[in-house]
């Protein structure tokens, strides 16, 4: 009888601690100040630059999009720089994907949530999304890389969507890792989109982003003279 009483303590015990895991990872604040707004671009433009970053989505201000580690690669401000670069050097409309729930503000807290989603291939809810493609050809992908792939938002931003016929161009921002490392993933999520070869924007110049673009033969790009 004993026995049976101490199991069934430790029992209860795992599942508090499972509970109280659950909700300090999964069930954080809810963001509400997502718009699915676009921001314009040139005025013929027929692209848009959608990005993911982590200092949107953690509950304090002024906090990393990446802070470097061999597996998650989080640093502040990056991915957003580099889709406002790409943006000055398409013309291509730009919008930011939010998730429905914040993030930890923790390096930990962010990585074990990401960590879970990554393994058990989960799609995080997201807090608003914009409600039509149909007026662009080209689609910008940009995310930091997380547990040695794109995050799980991505999945659920271009699941959400009819991609057939359209063309998908990724680029990443990492310290550590390659695109080449989640372009699978990127391609499995894109239904019947053309996905092009990503690009990895790590302190890059204009000339490299030119230079890229132009090998890839990306639609709907300008270049400044």
């Known amino acids: 009888m004993k026995k ?5 303590i430790v029992l209860v015990v ?5 509970l109280v895991a659950w909700w300090y990872l999964f069930l954080g604040n ?17 692209a848009l630059i959608v990005y993911f970053t982590r200092s949107s989505v953690i509950t304090a201000e002024g906090s990393a999009d990446a802070v470097t580690s061999a597996s998650m690669n989080i ?12 943006q000055r050097l398409t013309g291509a409309d730009l919008y930011e994907i939010r998730t429905e ?14 960590w879970i989603e990554e393994t058990l291939n989960m799609r995080p809810g997201l807090a ?34 009819d991609l057939s016929g359209k063309t998908i161009v990724p680029f990443c ?23 092009l070869d990503g690009y990895r924007i790590n302190h890059s110049s204009d000339e490299d ?6 090998r890839i033969g990306a639609a709907g790009c300008r270049f400044p003279l």
């Open 173 to 195: 921002t990492s310290q550590d890792n390659g695109i080449e490392i989640c372009m699978d993933y990127i391609r499995s999520v894109s239904g019947g989109a053309k996905v």
């Open 128 to 161: 608003a999304k914009p409600d039509d493609f149909s007026a662009y050809d080209v689609i910008y992908v940009g995310f930091p890389i997380w547990w040695f792939n794109a995050p799980m938002a991505i999945g659920t931003f271009l699941e959400s969507y």
């Open 30 to 46: 809810k963001i509400k100040d997502a718009t699915k707004e676009i921001t314009k671009g040139d005025a013929d433009t027929k």
């Open 209 to 214: 982003i030119r230079n890229w673009l132009d």
């Open 4 to 8: 049976k009483k101490k199991a069934l």
């Open 75 to 86: 640093h502040d401000g990056v991915t957003e720089a580099a889709a406002m670069q790409l």
């Open 101 to 114: 729930r914040y993030y930890r503000n923790s390096f930990v807290g962010t990585a074990a949530t990401a």
């Open 14 to 18: 795992v599942l508090v601690l499972l």
